[in-house]
């Protein structure tokens, strides 16, 4: 069993997949990480922008259901050009209704926190793929996220 994070400012009892945000790095979903510290400063992050208080929720998740058929599994283990290609498809805010694929869980490293200006740059060619994949890379170093976008993902978690 794997213990998985989300930083907020609400603690979370109960997922529910329609009041999470579309336009994120793999799509509308429930981000996780594994990086106790990454999930701290997400917290912190919530709480300046919403107020209240930083919470660590915590989630066990068992991850031999990423290989064994169970879910459907997309992986990127590095920033690459498919990658960079997949957070494009999410995020670009001119896709409308927003593109969803069709994997269960999605785990890959995070987006830096200026995506929408990259995207914009890019989509009007005013940097090609290569700059483009530079320019997405989290400032902070490399991070990994889990992005879990279904019910049957859902399902998966345990609170701790």
Not at 17 to 40: I, M, N, R, V
Not at 63 to 74: A, I, V
Not at 76 to 82: G, L
Request: a negative charge.
């Amino acid at each position: 069993m794997k213990t998985l994070y989300h930083g907020s400012n609400v603690a979370i009892t109960q997922i529910d997949l329609s009041k999470c945000t579309p336009y994120k790095d793999f799509g509308q979903a429930f981000y996780l990480t594994e990086d106790l510290e990454q999930a701290e400063r997400l917290a912190e992050a919530r709480v300046d922008i919403f107020g209240g208080e930083p919470i660590l929720n915590k989630f066990s998740f068992d991850e031999t259901t990423l290989n064994d058929g169970t879910l459907r599994f997309k992986s990127f283990n590095a920033y690459n050009e498919d990658w960079a290609d997949f957070i494009y498809l999410h995020r670009d805010e001119t896709i409308v209704p927003p593109y969803m694929h069709n994997f269960d869980v999605v785990y890959g490293p995070i987006a830096n926190d200026r995506v929408g200006l990259q995207i914009r740059n890019y989509r009007l060619g005013n940097i090609d793929k290569q700059e483009f994949l530079r320019r997405l890379r989290y400032m902070k170093g490399i991070t990994f996220q889990y992005a879990f976008c279904t019910p049957l993902a859902i399902n998966q978690l345990r609170v701790l």
